[in-house]
T-cell receptor, first 114, second 112 residues
Framework: EAGVAQSPRYKIIEKRQSVAFWCNPISGHATLYWYQQILGQGPKLLIQFQNNGVVDDSQLPKDRFSAERLKGVDSTLKIQPAKLEDSAVYLC????????????FGSGTQLSVL | SQQGEEDPQALSIQEGENATMNCSYKTSINNLQWYRQNSGRGLVHLILIRSNEREKHSGRLRVTLDTSKKSSSLLITASRAADTASYFCATDPFSGTYKYIFGTGTRLKVLA
């Protein structure tokens, strides 16, 4: 079974630029998550989708971050404009149903904002 | 906000020894999971324990859950160099929305 695919693997941008990350979850997984992991910390949930709909985006900085999930499959996370404190690894995860189930993670996108 | 906090933050042991790490959380939960993260990689699920369970085993892993103390422990027996990684607990709190909140992690180093 193919895992969660993310791209790009690394991204370096200057502050105030925009950047987008892409995620393709495991086929058939209804729930998709975006986490932000700052160096030395645990992952922090940014947004959770159930199929096409947003379940939770309470910690998404909506003035600069946006996310969408197209047709309940692929998802993109965008930052515009980026700040220095956005430097982190952005992890995408998916689960079959979303409740009381394990998460499958991609390898992440490491973002450096200079 | 961080719901879980792992202890210790870092742990260094010799190959063959047992490693124990703890997770404390703040609010009542539906279930708790443990994940492993190798350097530069995504997280890998290890084990899930439900709020009505007290202990679970998977291979060399043993997880306990004490809901009265709001804490869980992960024991890795007979550790190997390949167990070197960061370990995170993730809780699914009673909040009305089903989401997992990760702790701060324990960095385990197993010396050969």
């Amino acid at each position: 079974e193919a895992g969660v695919a993310q791209s790009p693997r690394y991204k370096i941008i200057e502050k105030r630029q925009s950047v987008a990350f892409w995620c393709n979850p495991i086929s058939g997984h209804a729930t998709l998550y975006w986490y932000q992991q700052i160096l030395g910390q645990g992952p922090k949930l940014l947004i959770q989708f159930q199929n096409n709909g947003v379940v939770d985006d309470s910690q998404l900085p909506k003035d600069r971050f946006s996310a969408e999930r197209l047709k309940g499959v692929d998802s993109t996370l965008k930052i515009q404009p980026a700040k220095l404190e956005d430097s982190a690894v952005y992890l995408c995860a998916s689960s079959l149903g979303g409740y009381r189930e394990k998460l499958f993670f991609g390898s992440g996108t490491q973002l450096s904002v200079l | 906000s961080q719901q879980g906090e792992e202890d210790p933050q870092a742990l260094s042991i010799q190959e063959g020894e047992n490693a124990t790490m703890n997770c404390s959380y703040k609010t009542s939960i539906n279930n708790l999971q443990w994940y492993r993260q190798n350097s530069g990689r995504g997280l890998v699920h290890l084990i899930l324990i439900r709020s009505n369970e007290r202990e679970k085993h998977s291979g060399r892993l043993r997880v306990t859950l004490d809901t009265s103390k709001k804490s869980s422990s992960l024991l890795i027996t007979a550790s190997r160099a390949a167990d070197t990684a960061s370990y995170f607990c993730a809780t699914d709190p009673f909040s009305g929305t089903y989401k997992y909140i990760f702790g701060t992690g324990t960095r385990l180093k197993v010396l050969a």
